[in-house]
């Protein structure tokens, strides 16, 4: 049977006994495929972690009591909480150095640059697993790699050489044809540039048909034609706001184009070739025509909110900014350079640029093209996440601003009341020099750039675990601001609870569980995190929670999406959550509840939502068995007198999970 890239990567990483071949050999073509929807097991091959939510995963891990972790490769990476305006930051990065070293994981210190795009650089490999405590792992993909984010638990699991459960994803085909425009006869071979169309706007333009909830329960492969003429990078940019989609993942196949990548990392051996078989099916197809794409822009407040750039044009500016891990690459930070140098930046906008990893901003330095986005009025940010997670940078009142990241959430860049849209590095830095929405197209012929063959290569900032024998002389060094991970309990009989709060739908973990620079340095700390809960939709959430004692959460559609923050859940948790009923769910936010032992439900009658109200007496009676038997759970609703069925997608061992008080909980009675 032929098979897609999806299943050639899933059938070569189950683990539940057999022992499949590599992939790209001809057994595979043996295997038995799972059904769509069905609970699989699969094997990771590497993790990261990042540090806002890293110090949650390592507590979870030493709780676990595992010495050593069990992957080929992890790597903790501090990127995220870098404003170090009080000691809790730099208590949590020393936290996690010290567990690195000592259970053999990888450290890429501050500084370093950002997970994914430093991961992509460094460690990624095609035909590998990788689970990160970050939504947008599915970076890796670019090169070939079954790549996604998941929950703290999840990976400290996988850490310790736990399997990480998914349900076996549709896959949907982006079939790329053309080339985008103003790329005449130029290959990715050449790493040529020469367009005002990029891979943001591809992405933008996937977006904008399949929204943000589309890629649920999917991974999206891209492949066709046109998938010759992008780089690693732009296919990075690709696959990492596929993240936006709601897919499990994005990949792109591992071609020739891959092996130029990791040649120019120094990397060439860890190619290998990962191509989909001739006549692999797929779920569903769509096709775009790279040749017809034009600049485009996310609006506020969500990532599919796309329109044309040229219908937006002299929407007065305030602030750009160019970074994150969807466009901090070299190429992209060349491109940039390009179209500042010699000019001087807008003077109503504020410009700032942080490049992707400590080795795209020294290869700017030496090049000199970091001197010409300097000259031109750049405000040089360090090489971390900054203004993409709030750390830093929030527009004045009421500002626009653009940003070449990939979420543009209400409230999450720090400013309540900013309008942000999301843009491709040309338009932002068209933008920074007229001070006005501007189509880059306007500006005359792009610059052209080309990328070295050998990229700079010095891991003096990555720092390797200690040797197994000398593991115990490391003291691992818990700052006053870490706290323990959050108590749970084995799920009761029955549960009667208020609805102590509904919200409508697209309600992201930002909404939940807020960051920025004043919240994310109490990421270890869940008591002092308590007071945030929800703060967007009810200031008294948590304060409500305390009087309720047990509590249900009511959401409308694709409840949880966003960010794989867990605490969006240990939060609840602490609190005293203990369901979410909602219309759907978002993948990652639905395992992390489980995960934490909060049951996650739908109405099975979606318009039993407007039955209930915030303050509703709710009681789940017999929730314990229905759990146990997999049967039916019905929701009464003593307020009203009412009832509701109840669905859920759990499979048997997250009911398990569920009955035993969470993750941490169940991998400990397991062993
Ligand atoms: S989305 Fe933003 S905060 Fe998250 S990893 Fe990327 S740059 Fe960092």
Redesign the pocket.
Known sequence: MPLNLTQKLILSHLTDGNDFPAPGTDEIANAMLPDPGQDIALRIDQTLT?D?TGTMAYLEFEAMGVPRVKTECSVAYI??NTLQSGFENADDHRFIRSCARKHGIWFSRPGNG???QVHLERFGKPGKTLIGS???TPTGGGIGMLAMGAGGLDVAVAMGGGAYHIPMPRVTLVRLTGALPGVPGESADSLGWKSWVSAKDVILEVLRRLTVKGGVGRVIEYGGPGIAGLTVPERATIT?MGAELGATTSMFPSDEITKAFLAAQGREEDWIELLPDEDAEYDNTIEIDLGELEPLAACPHMPDKVKPVRKLAGIKVDQVCI????N?SLQDMLKVSAILKGKTVHPGVSLSIAPGSKQVLTMLAQNGALADMIAAGARILES???P??GMGQSPGSGAVSLRT???NFEGRSGTADAQVYLVSPETAAAAALTGVFTDPRDLGPAPAIALPARFLIDDNMIEPPVPEADMDGVEIEYGPNIKPFPASEPMPAGIAAKAVLKVGDNITTDHIMPAGAKILPYRSNIPYLAQFCFAQCDLDFAEHCQQAGRSIVIGGANYGQG?SREHAALVPLYLGVKAVIAKTFARIHAANLVNAGIAPFTFADPADYDHIETGDDLALEGIRANLESGTVVLLKNNTTGESYMLRHELSPRQRAILLAGGLLEYTKASE
């Open positions: 990042q806002a990127d995220h950002i997970c994914h970050d939504s947008h990492n970074g994150s891990c969807t901090s971390a996440c900054g993409c997670i990241f990939n979420r960010s």
